[in-house]
Every structure is written in structure tokens, then in C-alpha cells.
């Protein structure tokens, strides 16, 4: 039910209204294919730029096809940029989705760079639950529970994607991202399949914990998120609170009403962001990403759109 949730809230959120998809490249088929291959031709450009941030976009872009090449571009990346936290949390996550690649030295970077990010510590949680090593996994779930933040640099990715591709768009195929909706929409695509975590082994970790200290630490780790600096963070930490808690208690209520208010700020918010005119699509792309540059957190660019409008940003009271 979860999955189908975050599914659901995710498909509402602003990155993907903004979505390209009128070419249909996106979708299955030999269009998909010539759209593999654009990005590719992309990744060869930002190679030759040799920055950590066109390298890192390089990396985000070949990781579907190119799992090896992905790994080496991301480590090229971090190591020319060391203190950028974003880049260190795209060169982790790359190697966490990389069959044979040893995480331990990229999580302990993305630690030493950004040591109050719970986050940080995902992967070494799911490699523990792969190996089904109990000890870890409450080793790190206590870990997890001293952070303050739960940042997967939402933002800040989709805007170097984003910024890494304009620059250098006079060189890329004539047909790939050729507008700044397309980048924007690209963007949130590329980051979505390279830096946003599974959220299962932290949901299985917690799921038999009621009564035990790991219960305490998760119930931690699940606020945590809920400030998390993305949406589908923020609701995951919701439904792993609400399993933790009895379900007629005042804390589930809490957290109901809380989920109630992101969604209702997100939905409404996107109906705002979707121009009505098609010939203004890249003024608000160009808007969101202005927004996306200046707000690090997913819902607070939600909240900005709906002061925008002058619109409130707590839901009417019998609106369920």
C-alpha cells in the first residue's frame, strides 16, 4: 500500500508535471532506444568539459546503460568537487545501484561531508539487510536516529542536471532536451532514477521493532524524514511512523493530518505550476528551476508557488 502511495504522491509532485513527454521518448520501443543513445551522446560532451558537474551529469546520464562507466565518472566528480554534499550523495547512490561495487568508501565521504544527514547512512542500512546481519542493521538504525536532516539534494541535482545541460546545448543532438522545459523535465528524471533511495530496507528493518529499542530509534529515523527535503522522504517517514504507532493514538492522527497538509499543498500548488498556455511552458520551467535553485527543500518550493498566488498554505479544514 505504501509503494502504491509514494507512487501516487510522486506523480503529483511538480517534477513530474513538468514532465516532457510529448515526443513520447521516454516510452518503450525504438523512439526509447534513439533516446538512449542521445543521452549518450550527451555524457560524451560533458566528458570532454571535464568539471565535477558536468561529470557528475555525465554519470547520472549513463547509469542506466553504463553502470561501470557511471561509477568512475561519479568518483571523477567528487573527487574534483570534495565538499559538495550533492555530488557525494550521486556518486554514493550510483555505487550503491552498481552490482560489485564496494560502497564503504563513498559512504564514508558522504558521512565526513555532511555527518548530520541521516540519509547518509541508507545504503550501509539495505547492504546490512542484504546480508541479513542484525547487529548492523540496529548498529546503523541508531546511527540514523542521531541525524538532524534527511537530505537527498532534491533540488540542488535537479538544478545542476538541469544547469550542466543548458550549458553546453548548442553541441547536443538537435532532438534531445532541445527547450528548457525538456531540461527541467530531464532533470527530474535523471535525479529521480539516480539519487532517490529504496526505502524498503528501512521499512523491513522497522517493521518488527514494536516494544524494542530499534522501534525508539526508528521512530526517530521516521520524524527525521518527515522533514525530509523531498516529498516522497517526507511521506515515507509518515507511513513508517504511522506502523509504529497504535493506530487510534494521537500521534497516528498527527501524522494523518501532516500527510494531509503535503499532499493538499502539492496538489494544489501543481495546479498552478502547469501553464494554461503552451508558449509559457518554458517561462515556468525557467521559474521552477529559479525556485528549485533558491529553496533546498521539495515542499517549501510548493509553499513558495502557492504564496505566489496568494493561495493559503494550510488545506481547508473539511477538505479530506
Request: hydrophobic residues 45%; positive net charge; aromatic residues 4%.
Amino acid at each position: 500500500m505504501i509503494k502504491r502511495c509514494l507512487a501516487v504522491l510522486a506523480l503529483m509532485s511538480a517534477h513530474s508535471v513538468l514532465a516532457f513527454s510529448s515526443s513520447g521518448t521516454h516510452g518503450p520501443g525504438p523512439a526509447a532506444d534513439k533516446y538512449q543513445i542521445w543521452r549518450a551522446a550527451a555524457a560524451q560532451i560533458l566528458i570532454g568539459r571535464a568539471d565535477a558537474r558536468s561529470l557528475a551529469t555525465a554519470a547520472a546520464l549513463s547509469l542506466a546503460s553504463h553502470k561501470s562507466a557511471a561509477v568512475e565518472l561519479a568518483d571523477r566528480a567528487n573527487e574534483l568537487d570534495p565538499e559538495n554534499p550533492a555530488i557525494a550523495w550521486m556518486r554514493l547512490q550510483i555505487c550503491a545501484n552498481t552490482p560489485g561495487c564496494d560502497i564503504r568508501d563513498a559512504a564514508t565521504t558522504m558521512r565526513w561531508v555532511d555527518a548530520d544527514n541521516s540519509a547518509a547512512w541508507m545504503p550501509t542500512l539495505a547492504a546490512a539487510a542484504k546480508e541479513k546481519d542484525p547487529i548492523e542493521v540496529a548498529r546503523v538504525l541508531a546511527d540514523m536516529a542521531q541525524g538532524a536532516r534527511f537530505d537527498v539534494y532534491w533540488n540542488r541535482t535537479v538544478v545542476l542536471l538541469f544547469d550542466a545541460l543548458k550549458k553546453v546545448h548548442s553541441t547536443l543532438p538537435s532532438n534531445y532536451v532541445p527547450s528548457d522545459l525538456a531540461r527541467l523535465s530531464e532533470a527530474m528524471l535523471v535525479a529521480g532514477a539516480t539519487i532517490v533511495p529504496s526505502f524498503a530496507p528501512l521499512q523491513n528493518a522497522c517493521r518488527d521493532s514494536l516494544g524494542t529499542e530499534r522501534q525508539a530509534n526508528c521512530l526517530k529515523v521516521s520524524k527525521i524524514m518527515q522533514r525530509g527535503d523531498t516529498v516522497i522522504a517526507q511521506l515515507a517517514g509518515f507511513g513508517l511512523e504511522r506502523r509504529l504507532v497504535p493506530p487510534d493514538s494521537k500521534e497516528a492522527r498527527v501524522v494523518a493530518e501532516r500527510r494531509r497538509v503535503l499532499e493538499w499543498r502539492v496538489s494544489t500548488a501543481n495546479l498552478f505550476n502547469e501553464p494554461i498556455l503552451p508558449w509559457l511552458r518554458n517561462a515556468r520551467a525557467r521559474a521552477q528551476v529559479a525556485r528549485m535553485r533558491a529553496i533546498p527543500r521539495e515542499e517549501d518550493v510548493e509553499i513558495a508557488i502557492l504564496r505566489e498566488h496568494r493561495m493559503p498554505i494550510e488545506p481547508p479544514e473539511d477538505q479530506q
